[in-house]
């Protein structure tokens, strides 16, 4: 096998591997807009996951099983918008802290995903999950075709949300009240934006797109559920936030670092290159924590008011 031929495996196997992480950053981007940061976003995935990977188990057969995966979808993003509003609750309305808040949301997603597994399901069990998409013509171009257009029709749709959340995020009158809710939210109130309301749709909106992102997991690249099937990604999207300077396309580089590290240390023992397997493993999340204490400048650029809770009866 050539160099080209490894670098291009790399790529392709890094490409999808991005796609989970970028739709949970981007949702995690919304939240952090608005001034909340929600630490649990890994329990939002894994709920995601194993409410996607339901239909496909169950509707084998019959009217509904060419929608089972569809249904996945929708049973994901509902229970991710959810749960982002339930967290809404405790950190919007009752101002609790959202961190505490965040590290609760996580066990609970998690727990309660792990047990209606086992409750449900019982063991670990393949399902046929989404099937590739390839692109006409351009799948077939060297190199880049199996790289860029040789993957299923979520990756692309979940590629396509970067220039639409920059769109909404900044060209649109919502955009705007995120925005101002996160950076200076009593001006924003004296403006006549409801900035608990916005705060609210943005923690449903980064949510849905969490339990998408989780959905995705189950559906598009395990195609199973697992107990630790999000693997720590969830806390890599809230990372990947600070890294992209709370800008979509920034966060797009990071997801996209992040998984060609992850698709280098699979290659890496796949290869059988004498290099020590906990060594490839940790390097991923190795890379994150190098990247994050190297680009401290992205501090200066974050929400003002990033994890202040909002009360308009206190005096300034």
Known sequence: MSILDIIMNILAIGVPFSVALLLAALGEMFNQRAGVFNLGCEGIMSMGAFLAFLPPFFLKTGALAPWANLLGFAGAAAAGAVLGLLF????????????????????????????????????????????PLPIPFLSQIPFFGPVLFNHNIVAYLAFLAVPASWYVLFKTPWGLKVR?????????????????????????????????????????????????????????????????RWHPAWILSGALLFSLAQALQLSIQVLGIKFPYEFAVMLPYALVIAVLAFSRRSRLRGPAELGKPYDRETRI
Not at 107 to 113: D, E, H, I, N, S
């Open 180 to 244: 101002a809710a996160g950076t200076h939210p009593r001006a924003a109130d004296t403006m006549g934006i409801k900035v608990t309301r916005v705060r609210y749709q943005a923690l449903a909106l980064g949510g849905a797109m969490a339990g998408l992102a989780g959905a995705y997991l189950s559906l598009c690249q395990a195609k199973m559920f697992a107990d630790d099937i999000v693997a720590g990604r969830g806390s890599i999207a809230v990372a990947l936030v600070y890294f992209g």
């Open 88 to 131: 809404a609750l405790v950190t919007v309305s009752f101002r609790a802290p959202q961190g505490i808040a965040g590290i609760g949301l996580q066990m609970l997603g998690w727990g309660a995903a792990g047990t209606l597994f086992r409750h449900y399901v019982g063991g670990v069990t393949g399902i046929g999950g989404v099937p």
